[in-house]
């Protein structure tokens, strides 16, 4: 029998990673320097380009 990801993983683990990613975003756009205010924009920007996609997906 193959190895299978528990249910709850395949289930949460995208909004979970989207999640870390932003809160990762957000204090590194407080604590780090010129790196972190890159990484910043990619971080919070992550969730609302994932909204946009799925809007126009859909339309």
Same mark, same amino acid.
């Given at each position: 029998?193959?190895?299978?990801?528990?249910?709850?993983? &395949?289930? =949460?683990?995208?909004?979970?990673?989207?999640?870390?990613?932003s809160l990762a975003g957000l204090l590194s756009a407080?604590? *780090?320097?010129?790196?972190? &205010?890159? =990484?910043?924009?990619?971080?919070?920007?992550?969730?609302?380009?994932?909204?946009?996609?799925?809007?126009?997906?859909? *339309?």
């Amino acid at each position: 029998m193959p190895s299978q990801r528990p249910q709850w993983l &395949r289930v =949460f683990g995208a909004p979970i990673m989207v999640g870390v990613l932003s809160l990762a975003g957000l204090l590194s756009a407080l604590l *780090a320097g010129d790196l972190g &205010r890159y =990484f910043s924009w990619f971080g919070v920007g992550l969730p609302i380009a994932i909204a946009a996609w799925a809007y126009w997906r859909k *339309a």
